[in-house]
């Protein structure tokens, strides 16, 4: 009996690993042929590299303006992690902490926003921001992203917040700890894989959207990254070669992100759907 | 009240104020002084005309065959991922829930298209489809795969679509019931099995009633992420052949930024909010009755 199950087990995982390898074979594909000379990748595109170059790397950079379009996507999200953060935390612990009908009142009205889709409100942005001349500014849309997603982070706080037990503030302003050390030295670091999960679902959520920046952001030189892939798709249609460059370069901050935190992705995902 | 309460309420309140001015600049006030407003204007950008329009754009609506032709073809598109994915995430979720090895790293590899821009898997597969696939229906002599014109039909430009889509999300479903599956004790498979109940009768007649929970939400995943279509399609296919292929989302963006009339897609944004709203509201209602307890 026991053997069996060995056997079938065995067999098991190499069936899920083949089917696992054959999902993501679109992702393998682009990544091999983007080492190619575009002569041999248009001759056969499922041949192994054997003139491996990085040219299609160096051209893609290059005519994209790579670097710089990576930092523009860098900021604004690395803008929005620390700001959504910070707004969403400090709103849920006072949300948390009113004890009357108001609590329940901000609580609410936070949680409704995460049902407005954005594109409900993409055309009132877009011209809200004209009016007041806040196109083609990665700051602006800090603030934007910070707004729509804090929805999710305060929902997601308050719920946390509320499994802290309040004696161990109690006991810190007795010892003479102050309202903010008490919020800041205390329960912040115990509410950390909460901090952790939220920062990673916006950072991949403002990594990802294509649809803010591409209404916001006009100017060359301030595009994000997808953005700058989808134009270059539109002007360069041709050149897969140096498009599938360009798609592995965006992929791999992505897949490292992955590596590194995929405990606190998928906790963060799966918390995110089920608490609903 | 706790004397800590009445000590720090200011304090308490004013923490609430920096996320309040964010959220009511991203959302509150687009929404509530922005789209339902505009809603009720006839407003187009180019010619300057502003005008109040009462319900004119909401009875333009009931006849304007490119928001129906719009409107069907995200339906389907929902109806058809939301099968697809959970269908699938379902299966490989109960399947990497046996006792196999290396669950992280088949996990891991029917999770990755998830945390990909949506932008960027659309152009991984219309590299696929648009490269690779005649190559090798040439290099093959395969005349019918070549013959398939991936993007110039309605039917098939629908299909890659769908694909794509289902590809994309299987990954996040699967994660989901996967959480499910693992909070079905044990005890509970064991009685069931010892009892007679085996293979598919197990699944059907304890598994899946006690996973209701995490179906519902599933489909509440699925069907509001249909309905928020956009990337996908905009970046393989761009709404063609003939506006067959654009979602409700994308009809909007056309309404307002290509054709300026900002008081009609305003009227368009209502409708998608308002459906959204709804079928989430029915589909939540109509799951969480058929949700046992044990």
């Known amino acids: ?276 | 009240m706790s004397i800590l309460f009445q000590k720090r309420r200011k304090f308490y309140y004013a923490l609430i104020v920096p996320a309040l001015l964010l959220y009511a600049g991203a959302l509150l006030i687009p929404l509530f002084g922005g789209t339902i407003p505009y809603s009720f204007l006839n407003w187009n950008l180019m010619s300057g005309k502003k005008s109040m329009a009462g319900l004119e754009n909401y009875v333009k609506l009931f006849s304007d065959s490119g928001f129906h032709t719009s409107f069907f073809f995200n339906l389907k598109l929902g109806v058809f991922t939301i099968i697809g994915s959970n269908l699938v995430s379902f299966v490989l979720a109960y399947f990497l829930n046996k006792n196999i090895r290396a669950k992280g790293l088949s996990r891991a590899l029917f999770f990755i298209p998830n945390i990909i821009s949506a932008v960027l898997v659309a152009f991984i597969w219309t590299f696929i489809f648009s490269q690779i696939l005649p190559n090798l229906a040439e290099t093959m002599h395969w005349d019918w795969l070549g013959s398939i014109s991936w993007f110039g039909s309605p039917g098939t430009a629908t299909f890659t679509i769908i694909l794509v889509s289902v590809w994309q999300q299987i990954g996040f479903l699967m994660m989901i019931y996967t959480a499910g599956l693992q909070t079905i004790p044990i005890d509970l498979i064991e009685a069931g099995k010892i009892d007679g109940c085996t293979g598919l009768r197990l699944i059907r007649d304890i598994q899946l009633p006690l996973l209701m929970p995490t179906i519902t939400i599933n489909l509440f995943v699925s069907i509001s992420g249909a309905f928020k279509a956009f990337d996908v399609p905009n970046a393989m296919t761009a709404g063609g052949p003939y506006g067959t292929t654009m979602p409700v989302a994308m009809d909007i963006y056309k309404e307002a930024f290509v054709k300026y009339n900002m008081g009609y897609g305003a009227a368009k944004s209502v409708v998608l909010f308002l459906v959204v709203a709804i079928v989430t509201l029915i589909q939540l209602n109509f799951t969480r009755k058929r949700e046992v307890s044990y």
């Open chain 1, 1 to 276: 009996m026991g053997e069996t199950k060995e056997k079938g087990g065995i067999l098991a995982t190499i069936v899920m690993l083949v089917l696992g390898f054959i999902f993501v074979l679109p992702i393998l594909l682009l990544v091999m042929n983007s080492f190619k000379p575009y002569s041999d990748m248009i001759s056969n595109f499922l041949a192994f590299p054997t003139h491996f170059t990085l040219d299609n790397y160096k051209e893609a950079v290059a005519r994209m303006d790579f670097v710089r379009v990576f930092l523009n996507s860098a900021y604004v999200t690395g803008g929005t992690v620390v700001v959504g953060l910070i707004v969403s935390f400090f709103a849920a612990y006072g949300i948390a902490h009113i004890e009357s009908k108001d609590g329940p009142f901000w609580y609410i009205l936070f949680t409704l926003g995460q049902i407005v889709p954005f594109h409900t409100i993409m055309i009132a942005l877009q011209v809200m921001t004209t009016k007041f001349n806040l196109n083609n500014k990665l700051t602006v849309l800090i603030g934007l992203y910070a707004g729509f997603h804090c929805a999710f982070g305060i929902f997601t706080y308050v719920g946390f917040l509320k499994s802290v037990p309040r004696d161990l503030e109690e006991a810190a302003c007795i010892d003479g700890c102050g309202a903010f050390r008490t919020m800041m030295q205390i329960i912040f670091p115990l509410v950390k894989p909460t901090s952790i999960t939220i920062g990673v679902l916006f950072f991949l959520w403002t990594w990802n959207d294509f649809l803010m920046p591409s209404l916001m952001i006009g100017e060359t030189g301030k595009r994000t990254l997808t953005v700058m892939i989808y134009m270059f798709r539109s002007n360069a249609s041709s050149d897969w070669n140096l498009l599938i460059a360009a798609l592995t370069l965006s992929i791999i901050p992505i897949v490292i992100l992955y590596i590194l935190a995929q405990k606190y992705i998928t906790s963060g995902i799966t918390a995110g759907a089920v608490k609903m």
